[in-house]
């Protein structure tokens, strides 16, 4: 495991007695104490996570702007300086390159987030397709980001900072001090739960993790590791790329419509995708519940009757909901809610329906 | 960790341990359910069902992960643990007493030699560290 990259948290997390794996060419702590642990302790106080291995690439410069909304499918024009948006990234066929976050830092700088398994593919994309006068830069290391998720993270920030937390708005982001670090302080997350993702100089990532370690421990923060940041994402209905999407299927299979703005201007993959809304899309992606106990897994085939229908892209045994939840790709015809499906588990298929996503949302009153 | 000392280890992390000359019983260790994290899920044989050495016999879930489990001697399954199967966590809590799996009828002792004893084993987590 020589050639894998810590972040600067990597003491930290032996310090919490993590237990490290390699992750999209990292060192990452997959749990802490245990991921069934880690994810109720987000859903009903706060975990912090340890995401500097997401990517992190600059945009500066006159033609910054017009640049990026050439790579992405979002429409970043509209989008106010402090605020952030999710978006994808597509190839001239439509297929995904990565799913990613842009912030707004100023009228012509920008900050892409991205994932780490595809940062270095990501840059070079990038790179390739920009022209003009912009300053494209690939910051990943020299940013931490840590994910501070649950109920009770306003509460916990609030110690830390002087900003009203409170009055940051999901998807909008301030950039003051956090334990006397300066941040950018931005109300997005992976979890299905109020929160904050922090984004400061990775010399301070000691300074910032244990200062909001020491005061979560009064309300009931624990360190929460990449295992149950899964968890949670497959029950808040968050997509991941790799499982859910990738480089074979398009925003609009995925159900990702509202990412992809045929309203503006030209943008790499969009002609594709309008001809695809033209002949009509052939698969969708699901969410589907199993009412056996099983667990649907990645691979596993999808099926109705005796006929194969798709594949499981993500699944697991809620721990929220205590039941098997997962989502994956049907073909057309099939997506519809209350559609009766059955996986194929190690050879025997088990019986589930077409649910709507998300499975858990903390507004629903689950 | 304890690892009993009457107890015999396969390099697939399942135990074996016998309880006369014709019986023992089969679990996964103490090592095998902490790389697998919070079990939530145990698959079991039928009783009565004839298996041979490696044969898978069982699966075991995790949230991270599902692994298959293997038979560390040919015999036939004469009882199962149904409490496991309704709280498989004991897995991880207890995997080499209340978490046995399997209990077997061997066909040969001998077919265990292949075994490790707990020095044998715990050299070979070592190696695997």
Redesign the interface.
């Known amino acids: 495991m020589t050639s894998l990259k810590r972040t600067g948290l990597y003491d930290a997390h032996l310090r919490s007695g993590g ?1 490290i794996v390699a992750f999209a060419g990292w060192k990452m702590p ?2 802490y104490s ?3 642990d880690e994810h109720q302790t987000v859903r009903t106080a706060a975990g912090m996570f340890d995401v500097s291995h997401m990517g992190e690439v600059l945009f500066s410069g006159p033609d910054a702007l017009a640049n990026i909304q050439m790579l992405v499918s979002n429409d970043i024009s509209k989008l106010k300086p402090n605020r952030a948006v999710y978006t994808g990234m597509l190839y001239p066929g439509g297929t995904f390159v990565d799913d990613l976050l842009v912030y707004r830092l100023s009228e012509d700088t920008f900050l892409l987030v991205i994932n780490a398994a595809n940062t270095l593919k990501d840059y070079e994309w990038m790179r390739d397709n920009i022209r003009g006068n912009l300053v494209c830069e690939n910051v990943t290391d020299q940013y931490t980001q840590i994910a501070v998720q649950g109920p009770n993270s306003i509460e916990i920030l609030k110690k830390l900072t002087p900003v009203d937390l409170a009055s940051i708005r999901y998807y909008r982001f301030e950039r003051d001090s956090v334990a006397g670090v300066d941040s950018i302080i931005s109300r997005t997350g992976y979890t299905g739960e109020p929160g904050f993702e922090l984004y400061f100089d990775a010399t301070f990532s000691d300074k910032v993790w244990d200062a909001v370690l020491e005061t979560g421990n009064n309300f009931g923060l624990k360190p929460a590791g990449l ?1 149950c940041r899964d ?1 949670l994402r497959l029950e808040a209905g968050m997509a991941l790329y790799g499982n859910d999407i990738d480089d074979q299927h398009t925003p609009l299979e995925a159900g990702l419509d509202w990412i992809v703005k045929l309203s503006k201007d030209d943008f790499i993959g969009k002609s594709a995708l309008v001809e695809q809304l033209q002949k009509g899309l052939t698969r969708h992606l699901i969410g589907f519940e199993l009412t056996e ?3 649907p ?1 990645k691979g596993y085939e999808i099926f109705s009757g005796n006929e194969p229908i798709g594949e499981v892209t993500s699944g ?2 809620s ?1 929220t909901l205590g039941k098997p939840v997962g989502m994956g790709y049907v073909r057309h015809g099939f997506e519809s809610l209350g559609t009766n499906i059955e996986i194929m588990v ?1 050879g025997k298929k088990f019986p589930g329906r077409v649910v709507a996503l998300p499975f858990y949302s903390r507004t629903r009153g689950n | 960790m304890n690892y009993p000392a009457d107890f015999r280890y396969s390099k697939d992390h399942e135990w074996f341990k016998m309880i006369d000359d014709s019986t023992g019983a089969i679990g996964i260790t103490h090592y095998a359910q902490d790389q697998l ?2 079990v ?2 145990v ?1 079991l044989p039928e009783i009565g069902k004839k298996l041979e050495k490696n044969d898978v016999f069982g ?1 075991v ?1 995790s ?2 992960a ?1 692994v298959d489990c293997y038979m560390p001697l040919s015999g036939e399954i004469i009882a199962i643990n149904e409490l496991i199967e309704k709280q498989a966590d004991i897995l ?1 809590s207890d995997p080499h007493g209340e978490g046995w799996m399997i209990k077997v009828r061997i066909d040969n002792p001998d077919e265990g030699s292949d075994l490790m004893d707990k020095a044998a084993y715990l050299a070979f987590l070592e190696e695997l560290e």
């Open positions: 237990k997959v749990q245990s991921i069934i295992g968890t106990r099983a667990i897994r697991t045994l721990i190690r | 994290g919070d939530v899920f698959e699966v879930e949230v991270k599902a991880n």
